[in-house]
């Protein structure tokens, strides 16, 4: 039984993405501040400066997700058989990054790894091979995993698989 491609897709956004806090100060402090950058504020507008006068913090703004897709032509490779995938990295733009990706096989359910499929570094976003499931894996629900990091975030993609006898 043949499949049609399917394509996985993760998105993560990075570290920019917290809560903000409010600062705890005593009841009457804020309202004697607002009160005081009012009068001041009033104050200099009044007395004729020709200069503008703003203030601003200075932030970082996060860096744009980066989404991670992986095509394959089926989830029920067959032993033995080539099996082709293709791992596409890119920007929130839809550009493609450089990354690091990082493949293994997982039991599903188990967040240990059975095997290293690779580590690759792809300068322009895409890895992309064919490779051979062993006879021991026949039968097996498996998880294809792949870790792609860019731009200092890591998307992960499960991509359930069971190996079909030869």
């Given amino acids: 039984?043949?499949?049609?491609?399917?394509?996985?897709?993760?998105?993560?956004?990075?570290?920019?993405?917290?809560?903000s806090r409010?600062?705890?100060t005593r009841p009457g402090v804020a309202?004697?501040?607002a009160l005081l950058s009012a009068t001041f504020g009033?104050?200099?507008?009044g007395c004729g400066g020709s200069g503008s006068h703003t203030s601003s913090t200075a932030t970082t703004p996060p860096p744009p997700p980066i989404h991670a897709?992986?095509?394959?032509?089926?989830?029920?490779p067959k032993v033995n058989a080539p099996w082709h995938y293709v791992v596409r990295v890119t920007n929130g733009a839809g550009q493609p990054v450089a990354a690091v990706v990082h493949l293994q096989a997982?039991?599903?359910g188990d967040p240990n790894p059975v095997g290293q499929i690779g580590v690759h570094k792809?300068?322009?976003g895409v890895w992309a091979e064919t490779i051979e499931w062993p006879p021991?894996?026949?039968?097996?629900?498996?998880?294809?995993?792949?870790?792609?990091t860019a731009l200092g975030q890591t998307v992960t993609i499960n991509y359930p698989i069971r190996i079909s006898p030869a």
């Fill in 31 to 33: 309202v004697t501040t």
């Fill in 42 to 45: 009033l104050g200099l507008a």
């Fill in 106 to 108: 997982m039991l599903q």
């Fill in 136 to 148: 021991a894996s026949a039968n097996q629900p498996l998880v294809f995993q792949v870790l792609a």
């Fill in 122 to 124: 792809v300068s322009n």
């Fill in 69 to 76: 897709t992986l095509t394959a032509p089926t989830h029920t």
């Fill in 1 to 19: 039984m043949t499949e049609s491609p399917d394509d996985h897709a993760a998105t993560r956004r990075g570290f920019g993405d917290r809560v």
């Fill in 22 to 24: 409010r600062r705890r």
